[in-house]
C-alpha cells in the first residue's frame, strides 16, 4: 500500500483551484460539475484505497508474509494412499456434513500405464485465490497464515467462487444443513457452522492448528498419507507422528503442485508414485 | 370499430375488454405459481430446484441473461432506427424501449431467486468487492436500466401531455393525475401532434 490515500475531507470539497475562472453568484453549472467530479473521484479513489487496505493486509508479495508466525500447509504422499477414503469420512463426521459435502474428496485419477490411482483433493488453500477475488461481497478471505476461508455471516450466496476455484473444493449447502452435534460453537470463519443457502468448504480444521492438533483429515488418515506441515518453522506431520523437514521432504521427493499452470500457487504438494501424474504442466 | 387512427389509438385507454381481463388473470395465476414455488424454496434451500455442486448455476441465472439479452434487443431496434433516420420508427420506438424495460427489471429481478442468501443482497452495495466480475455486472445492469427508463420516459412527456390535455374525462382521475405528472412542464404543442392524423402516439427520439 502506497502513502496515496487520500483524507476523508478530499472528496466533497470546494471547487478546485483554477476550475472556475467566472464565479458567479450561487453554483455555475460549470462549477457544479467541476464540484460533482471532484466528489466523484474522492469517492471512488476512498473506495478503492479501501480494498487495498482490506487486501493489503491478506495479500502479500512473498509466499509467506514476514508477520505471520505459521504457514499452513499440506503435504500429500500418493505413494502411500489406497483410497480408503476415511479421510472424508473424518472430515464429514468433525463438520456435520452431508455425504456428498466431499471437502476433502478422494478421486480416481489414471496413470500412465493406464491404472488408476487415487487423490485425496483438499482445498489447496492457493497462495492467489481465485474464489476470494470473484466473490461479490468479500466473504472470502485469507489469513495471515495463509489459510482461505468463508464467513458464511456475509455469504449471499451467488456461487461465483464454485465457478473460479479451478479444483471444484466448494460446496453448497442446497438444502438445511445436517445439525453440529459435535461442535457447540459459536460460528466462525475457522470452524463454520453450516448455513443453508451459504457455500462451504475445507478449512484445514484452522481451530486445531493453533492448538497444535491434526486436522480431522491428517489424524484419521491410517496409511500415515497426509501431512499438516508449516513453511515457516519447515515441519510437516502425518498420523504416525513422523515428523519431518518440510523443505528436504518436499525436495527430496519431488513433490509437485496439482493445476499449477493455473497460476493459483497452491499450498498443497503431492509425491508422485511410479507412473503417476496429476495432469496439466506441473 | 372505427378507422380514425386517433381513436384506434386511444383505444388502450378506455374500458378493458373480458378478453383482457382473462389474460390478466391466466398470466396473474403464473405468478401465484411461481411465487409459491420460490417460497417453497426458500424454505427447503435450492435443493428443492434441483441445484447440487455440479449444476450450481443454472435456470435462474439463464432466465436473468436470456431477459437482459431481450431487453438489449430493444434498445438496438431503436438506435438502429434511429440511426437510419427511420421516420416511421415512433411506435416501434416505444415498442422496443417498453420492451427494455420491462425485461430488464424481470431479468434483474431474476437475481433473487438465484442467490441463496437474499436476504443479504444489500451487500452488494454496502461492501462491494471491486475485483468481483459479479458487481460490475451489477454496475452496468443498473446503469443499462436507468438508461432505458430515461429514454422510454422522455419520449412518453408530448404523449402525455397529449392525452392529459385532450381526455382528462375519458382516462379517469387516477390516470389523469399520473399523466399529469409524468408530462409535466411540457411547454410544447401536443394540439399539433393530435391533431396531425396517424401520430397520436409520437416518439420525440
Known amino acids: ?282 | 370499430m372505427t378507422t380514425n387512427p386517433r381513436e384506434a389509438s386511444l383505444r388502450p385507454f378506455g374500458k378493458p375488454s373480458v378478453r383482457w381481463r382473462l389474460a390478466v388473470l391466466a398470466l396473474g395465476a403464473v405468478v401465484a405459481a411461481g411465487i409459491v414455488a420460490w417460497v417453497v424454496q426458500l424454505r427447503g434451500g435450492m435443493g428443492v430446484a434441483g441445484y447440487n455442486d455440479h449444476a450450481f448455476w443454472a435456470i435462474y441465472i439463464a432466465d436473468v441473461i436470456t431477459f437482459i439479452g431481450v431487453s438489449y434487443g430493444g434498445a438496438v431496434v431503436s438506435a438502429i432506427l434511429r440511426l437510419t433516420g427511420a421516420t416511421w420508427r415512433a411506435p416501434l420506438t416505444r415498442l422496443a424501449e417498453g420492451t427494455a424495460v420491462v425485461t430488464v427489471l424481470i431479468g434483474s429481478a431474476l437475481i433473487i431467486p438465484h442467490i441463496g442468501n437474499p436476504i443479504l443482497l444489500w451487500e452488494l452495495l454496502a461492501r462491494p468487492n471491486l475485483s468481483a466480475p459479479v458487481f460490475w455486472d451489477f454496475v452496468a445492469v443498473m446503469t443499462y436500466t436507468f438508461a432505458s427508463i430515461v429514454f422510454f420516459a422522455l419520449p412518453l412527456v408530448p404523449d402525455m401531455a397529449a392525452l392529459h390535455g385532450g381526455h382528462a374525462k375519458q382516462l379517469g382521475r387516477g390516470r389523469s393525475t399520473l399523466y399529469k405528472f409524468i408530462s409535466k412542464g411540457w411547454v410544447g404543442a401536443p394540439k399539433v401532434r393530435v391533431d396531425e392524423p396517424g401520430t397520436v402516439v409520437p416518439s420525440s427520439t
Open chain 1, 1 to 282: 500500500m502506497q502513502s496515496h490515500t487520500p483524507s476523508p475531507d478530499e472528496g466533497p470539497a470546494g471547487p478546485p483551484p483554477g476550475a472556475a475562472p467566472t464565479e458567479g453568484p450561487g453554483l455555475s453549472r460549470r462549477n457544479l460539475l467541476a464540484t460533482l467530479g471532484v466528489a466523484a473521484t474522492g469517492g471512488a479513489l476512498a473506495l478503492v484505497s479501501y480494498r487495498d487496505e482490506a487486501q493489503a493486509s491478506t495479500k502479500q508479495a512473498g509466499p509467506v508474509p514476514k508477520k505471520a508466525q505459521h504457514a499452513w500447509c499440506m503435504v500429500i504422499d500418493l505413494r502411500m494412499c489406497d483410497g480408503c477414503k476415511v479421510c472424508t469420512t473424518s472430515c464429514q463426521t468433525r463438520h456435520s456434513l452431508r455425504e456428498e459435502q466431499t471437502w476433502i474428496k478422494v478421486y480416481d485419477m489414471e496413470d500412465s500405464t493406464g491404472g488408476t490411482f487415487p487423490m485425496p483433493r483438499p482445498c489447496m488453500m492457493c497462495e492467489n485465490p481465485p474464489c476470494m477475488y470473484v466473490c461479490p461481497v468479500g466473504a472470502t478471505l485469507r489469513t495471515d497464515e495463509g489459510l482461505v476461508l468463508v464467513d458464511t455471516d456475509s455469504c449471499v450466496g451467488s456461487r461465483a467462487c464454485m465457478a473460479a476455484c479451478p479444483y471444484e473444493a466448494r460446496y453448497f449447502n442446497w438444502t438445511e444443513p445436517l445439525p453440529a452435534k459435535k461442535m457447540p460453537m459459536p460460528n466462525t470463519p475457522q470452524m463454520p457452522v453450516a448455513k443453508k443457502g451459504t457455500v462451504g468448504k475445507c478449512v484445514l480444521c484452522a481451530d486445531r492448528l493453533p492448538q497444535g492438533e491434526l486436522p480431522a483429515c491428517v489424524q484419521g488418515c491410517p496409511m500415515g498419507v497426509l501431512y499438516i506441515g508449516d513453511l515457516v518453522t519447515d515441519v510437516a506431520v502425518n498420523s504416525f507422528g513422523k515428523t519431518v523437514l518440510l523443505s528436504e521432504f518436499l525436495k527430496a521427493n519431488d513433490a509437485v503442485r496439482f493445476k499449477e499452470e493455473q497460476g493459483t500457487n497452491p499450498r498443497v504438494y503431492y509425491i508422485l508414485g511410479h507412473g503417476q501424474d496429476l495432469g496439466g504442466e506441473a
